[in-house]
């Protein structure tokens, strides 16, 4: 005889029978997820994909900064854009108030404008303006929980890999555009930011129509409202209460590390994302071998995601931190020696392909160790906190950005024209303690049950 069940959990049940997605809907929704996903991938790493043509433009060719003198200026201005991140973290704290949805919505627009700005700037200023607006909406990544709370929890890393794919084909498109644009003479960068513009009006279209809210979040919302009809007080989501809150709950160990490492390996982020291109200038690989490079390399980001996937839901998300922190320190060491010697080499294509795989892996590798980091965070964390968890965790982050941008800044006037070595000093130690401190200080969460955390 089955044994009776609690008052919350048939509640709970009943709330979950009465809300349900069509298949149709769940297509159109991995559309819409997978396209977001696109506009997100494209305005974070296209920008990085120009740099040196962009650097050219508004530093160099005005005889402003030399290219190492650029590069340390705009790492120096990062700090300013800190202040628009912590600004992105306190608005994406808003999504446990409001729900996820107009928060994905207001993100879509944002990165859109973002990009329409630096399409039209004239100078570095205005650029540097529409780079501060797409990244406060960057920094809100809208499309991780929406995958995270929409997808069954024996399949959540490997339908969140496929949406990232998703966004790299969409990414592949700036090697076809540069190859016409940025060439010999005449490097115009800027039709490589239109097709963002594109995706985003579309994105922004299909979400205002279509998109519904998360199935976790509506539970947590009947719940609240079943909560306050039976006399209970309404609880205030506020990045106070909630820190206080999350200390008392079984799962607060684990929040805490998840908080606490980022804050050590996030050095790299900003490094293993936007100089990949300004590294194949340094080292005199041609503009049209550089567009051969990031199409593969874009390619091997794709791999290392689909691989992440598959690591992550049969084998573990530690098992998964592990392997790409290891794959970093690997791979990006290959990768320098295999640009360096790529221009002066009789085997420059076979150096170049080894070089492009290395690259795409390796970007690849970091970002899916920030993105099981933030799924065990969900992992861990109840629906009604899960946003404001996120934002602060965001703000710890900051605590360790400025020494971060200093040491950078450091080490590119320590190696002149040298940017991997930057990335090889840096990158290493950061992979290092994801490495040890994923098997000294988490523990699993494959296969848990978000809508069943509690708190």
Known sequence: MEAPKNPETQTKEGITSKIHHNKGYVVLLIVILGLGHVLDEYSSLAPGMIKSSMIDEFFVSIGWKTQDEALQFMNLLGMTAMLVMIAATLFKSLQDRFGRRIIFIISAIGMTLGMVTMIISGGYWVYFGGFLISSFFIFNDMQYIYIQEETPARKRAQYFSYAKILGLLGLLIVPLVRSFTVVEGSENWRPVLYPPVIIGVIVILLSVFFLKETRAFQIMKQEREANIKEGGKEEKITLKNTFKAIQKIPTWDQIKWLTILPMFYMVFAMLNQGYSEIFMDQTGVSLSDRNIV????????????????????????????????????????????????????????????????????????????????????????????????????????FATMIPSILLTNVLIGVFPGNIQMVLIVLGIPASLVAIFGTIFKLKETVQVDITAIKG
Request: net charge positive.
């Open 294 to 397: 990031l199409a593969i390399s874009t390619v091997f980001v794709g791999v290392a995601y689909l691989v992440n996937g598959l690591i992550t839901d049969k084998i573990g998300r530690k098992a998964s931190m592990v392997a790409n922190a290891s794959s970093v320190i690997v791979l990006v060491v290959v990768e320098y020696f295999a640009m360096w010697a790529a221009p002066t080499s009789n085997a420059k294509l076979l150096l170049l392909v080894i070089a492009a795989i290395s690259q795409g892996y390796r970007i690849g590798a970091f970002w899916n160790i920030t993105d099981v980091q933030r799924m065990m965070m969900f992992e861990n964390t109840p629906t009604k906190y899960r946003g404001t968890v996120q934002a602060l965790a965001g703000i710890a982050l």
